[in-house]
């Protein structure tokens, strides 16, 4: 292949942003077209040099041709969106049932979660996946702020001079286990980012938010409820809060796997992110002022836009992935 038809292939698939099969077929289908170009010019008797010149030239910028691509193969089917949605819509049953209060059958949820998101992984990255994956991480997450008892002593010890520091196996065990999280999630969102920043943002989308129920869980009597506390009016109203935002971001992942169009995309799960997460900040914490407000909103965008510059550091060489037809 002509060096300069391989770079042009080369920076269509930097901008594809679909999956690896998916992309292999767009850029077969590209290369045959462009031989095809190729013949006809060459058998009209112009130099191979020139006709490779005008081939190029006739199928356009090779941002756009990715941008048309990407518009013709990205849209999932509704069988894609329905499964891509499901785990959003698990855990808003596990919360308007207040099952997540009781440990076995929220481990279980988690496990089945979990367990889809590494098959589904593994199977080639479908659309549908990314949702499963934001949900797979959160019981580390949750094991990991709930293990930080030994070192907040250990810290009130060193600085403050009360209480007793940890024992030195507690914290080594507390280290590791934050290690494994950071690695998990890090290179995760790297793997993601490769592909595609708005994949990363749909894998964060509920994370904001579970983060700001289970600390206000946690610091409010423990994540595990007894009988009685069960009863609270407070918690319940919580839970019906997170069970609606929920659905509202399965809709927002269904409608997502959906649309062709990246920046609809881009635009509807940012605009979700933030109006739920503030909506649901208020709902949890109380009537928190225009400033607080705002100052959630920016904390949000800053957030979900992180991966945009992810994906600017770790964009990948194209030539490093799928193989270019010979």
Same mark, same amino acid.
């Given at each position: 292949?002509?060096?300069?038809?391989?770079?042009?292939?080369?920076?269509?698939?930097?901008?594809?942003?679909?999956?690896?099969?998916?992309?292999?077929?767009?850029?077969?289908?590209?290369?045959?077209?462009?031989?095809?170009?190729?013949?006809?010019?060459?058998?009209?008797?112009?130099?191979?040099?020139?006709?490779?010149?005008?081939?190029?030239?006739?199928?356009?910028?090779?941002?756009?041709?990715?941008?048309?691509?990407?518009?013709?193969?990205?849209?999932?089917?509704?069988?894609?969106?329905?499964?891509?949605?499901?785990?959003?819509?698990?855990? #808003? +049953? $596990? !919360? %308007?049932?207040?099952? /997540?209060?009781?440990?076995?059958?929220?481990? *279980?949820?988690?496990?089945?979660?979990? @367990?889809?998101?590494?098959?589904?992984?593994?199977?080639?990255?479908?659309?549908?996946?990314?949702?499963?994956?934001?949900?797979?991480?959160?019981?580390?997450?949750?094991?990991?702020?709930?293990?930080?008892?030994?070192?907040?002593?250990?810290?009130?010890?060193?600085?403050?001079?009360?209480?007793?520091?940890?024992?030195?196996?507690?914290?080594?065990?507390? #280290? +590791? $286990? !934050? %290690?494994?999280?950071? /690695?998990?999630?890090?290179?995760?969102?790297? *793997?993601?980012?490769?592909?595609?920043? @708005?994949?990363?943002?749909?894998?964060?989308?509920?994370?904001?938010?579970?983060?700001?129920?289970?600390?206000?869980?946690?610091?409010?009597?423990?994540?595990?409820?007894?009988?009685?506390?069960?009863?609270?009016?407070?918690?319940?109203?919580?839970?019906?809060?997170?069970?609606?935002?929920?659905?509202?971001?399965?809709?927002?992942?269904?409608?997502?796997?959906?649309?062709?169009?990246?920046?609809?995309?881009?635009?509807?799960?940012?605009?979700?992110?933030?109006?739920?997460?503030?909506?649901?900040?208020?709902?949890?914490?109380?009537?928190?002022?225009?400033?607080?407000?705002?100052?959630?909103?920016?904390?949000?965008?800053?957030?979900?836009?992180?991966?945009?510059?992810?994906?600017?550091?770790?964009?990948?060489?194209?030539?490093?992935?799928?193989?270019?037809?010979?």
């Amino acid at each position: 292949m002509q060096p300069e038809v391989r770079l042009y292939l080369d920076e269509v698939r930097t901008h594809l942003h679909l999956d690896p099969r998916t992309e292999r077929r767009v850029i077969s289908e590209l290369h045959t077209h462009f031989q095809e170009k190729l013949i006809d010019l060459e058998d009209q008797g112009m130099p191979r040099a020139e006709a490779t010149r005008e081939a190029l030239s006739s199928f356009g910028d090779a941002r756009s041709i990715a941008r048309m691509m990407y518009e013709a193969y990205s849209g999932g089917s509704w069988t894609e969106a329905l499964i891509g949605c499901q785990p959003h819509l698990i855990v #808003a +049953a $596990l !919360f %308007a049932t207040h099952v /997540w209060r009781y440990p076995l059958l929220l481990g *279980t949820a988690f496990a089945a979660i979990a @367990i889809i998101a590494l098959l589904g992984w593994r199977s080639g990255s479908p659309n549908w996946l990314y949702s499963w994956v934001g949900y797979a991480v959160v019981p580390l997450l949750i094991t990991s702020y709930m293990s930080m008892d030994p070192m907040t002593r250990t810290v009130s010890f060193l600085v403050q001079g009360v209480g007793t520091p940890a024992p030195l196996w507690q914290l080594a065990a507390l #280290a +590791a $286990l !934050f %290690a494994v999280t950071i /690695w998990v999630l890090a290179s995760t969102a790297v *793997t993601v980012a490769r592909r595609d920043w @708005i994949l990363v943002s749909l894998m964060l989308l509920p994370l904001p938010v579970l983060g700001i129920w289970i600390i206000s869980v946690t610091q409010s009597s423990g994540f595990f409820l007894n009988a009685l506390q069960r009863l609270e009016v407070r918690f319940s109203r919580w839970d019906s809060a997170m069970a609606y935002f929920c659905v509202v971001l399965g809709v927002t992942t269904a409608l997502f796997v959906r649309i062709r169009q990246r920046a609809f995309k881009a635009v509807a799960l940012i605009a979700v992110g933030i109006v739920g997460g503030a909506v649901a900040a208020t709902s949890i914490w109380g009537d928190m002022g225009l400033f607080k407000l705002i100052a959630i909103s920016l904390c949000l965008l800053l957030f979900f836009t992180i991966p945009l510059f992810l994906h600017a550091l770790v964009d990948r060489d194209p030539r490093s992935e799928t193989p270019l037809p010979s």
